[in-house]
């Protein structure tokens, strides 16, 4: 039998520290959202690999779709001969995406790739070259994509000079005193002192920041926003990559806001673990790059394309947006319910179903807890339930289970972050 640790010393000699891993453990098998080890040892998975495993480890009709696309052909390369399960996820976004308008969607196959080609198309739609991003933002990777992320370790550190042109804005967060006032004037100031407003091309903004800590966009800021773009001929992309496929209740996150914006970036749950990304957008603007300026070998696969759209089956035959919304709401409940026990919990926020709490020392927000939170996850791999930490000061526990989990399955993982609060008190 092959242990963990065994297949841990494996894995440091054969591949770079800098690929990071937050347990020790290696899967043997999954089902919808449970897991087991090499070892057999059984886990709850609240962290959906990050935000992609909405429609749960294995589901059948998903797992049917790609073995029938594998049968047929899996690999043309979209540009060279075209199918049409690519079509037809595009017309399926171009209608689920908010906004009284023409759209068109792009496919790429990771998420870092929608952002550089979202940029990539506003630049050439505007013909301008500036970007505002805001602190706390996580866009991905790449290099240009880094330059956009609004967080210096681990992420950034050794890898520049970045791309030129990005500034950053102050996200608002209510917890550390960054009003929306505040943020906008930030926005504002970067046009004062930076860049001329006539030059920025986009704004680009996650209604709910994934890595950055769960911190929710106020849909007054959003619409702040919208209408600062508006006023200047900025193009608003809203990166939807951890937000999209329902994980808040909506399919697309910024549709709480009732803004549209110009580009939305999607990828993760949108295909539940096959390798997809994409772009949907405003039709004229989506148009902008010449032919051949646009794809990718891989772009849009025809297994990830066959896999996306029965995730789009499973969500409307589960009821997969109502099930986030009632599934959060539960998770708010028994979470504040710890929070007023235990005042290491000096937050705990979400919308729908992606949902998290911050730690820290003494419930004083000032004074964040990394060990903590550090120490919360290493105790629930302990006791069979994988977790995930993040924000700005890694302080922040997420939950990203997934939506087809079952009342009893949230229950029991809620049940050992409880424990094991206990355990580190
Ligand atoms: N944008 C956001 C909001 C994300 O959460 C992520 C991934 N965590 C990315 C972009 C990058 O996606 P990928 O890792 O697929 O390149």
């Given at each position: 039998l092959k242990t963990n640790a065994d297949l841990m010393a494996r894995r440091r000699a054969a591949i770079p520290r800098g690929v990071g891993q937050s347990h020790e453990v290696f899967i043997a098998r999954a089902e919808n959202a449970e897991i087991w080890d090499v070892e057999g040892k059984r886990y709850i998975d609240f962290a959906g690999g990050i935000a992609v495993l909405n429609t749960g480890h294995g589901r059948p009709e998903i797992k049917e779709a790609v073995k029938a696309q594998i049968d047929l052909f899996t690999h043309t390369c979209f540009q060279v001969l075209a199918y049409e399960s690519y079509v037809e996820l595009a017309e399926r976004f171009n209608t689920l995406a908010p906004g009284d308008f023409a759209k068109k969607t792009l496919f790429l196959t990771t998420g870092a790739e929608a952002v550089e080609n979202a940029i990539k198309i506003a630049r050439s739609h505007t013909k301008r070259s500036a970007v505002i991003a805001f602190t706390s933002g996580y866009h991905g990777r790449t290099l240009l994509t880094l330059g956009l992320t609004?967080?210096?370790?681990?992420?950034k550190t050794g890898f520049g000079p970045f791309p030129g042109e990005i500034f950053h804005a102050q996200f608002p967060n209510e917890t550390h005193g960054v009003s929306v006032d505040d943020s906008i004037a930030s926005i504002e100031s970067i046009l004062k002192?930076?860049?001329?407003?006539?030059?920025?091309?986009a704004i680009i903004v996650e209604p709910v920041q994934g890595e950055g800590g769960f911190n929710v966009a106020p849909t007054d800021f959003l619409q702040r926003v919208r209408a600062l773009c508006d006023q200047h001929g900025i193009l608003m992309i809203v990166d939807e990559i951890q937000t999209g496929a329902g994980r808040t209740g909506t399919w697309f996150a910024i549709e709480h806001s009732g803004v549209a914006p110009d580009m939305i970036t999607m990828a993760k749950s949108m295909a539940g673990g096959y390798p997809i990304s994409g772009v949907v957008g405003r039709a004229e603007v989506m148009d902008a790059?010449?032919?051949?300026g646009l794809g990718g070998t891989y772009a849009g696969s025809p297994l990830a394309c066959a896999a996306a759209l029965a995730v789009l089956d499973v969500f409307e035959k589960d009821n997969l947006l109502e099930r986030s919304r009632s599934m959060g709401a539960h998770m708010v409940t028994r979470l504040e319910a710890m929070a007023t026990k235990d005042k290491r919990i000096a937050a705990v926020r979400g919308l729908g179903a992606m949902v998290a709490f911050e730690l820290c020392k003494d419930g004083d927000v000032h004074q964040p807890s990394a060990e903590l939170a550090k120490a919360l996850a290493a105790e629930a791999t302990k006791r069979g339930l994988i977790l995930l930490t993040c924000g700005t000061y890694g302080n922040v526990v997420r939950i990203l289970v997934p939506l087809t989990a079952s009342d009893a399955i949230v229950n029991e993982g809620l049940d050992i972050i409880e424990a094991c609060l206990a355990a580190t008190a």
């Open positions: 609004g967080k210096v370790a681990p992420y002192n930076d860049v001329e407003a006539s030059r920025v091309a790059p010449a032919a051949g």
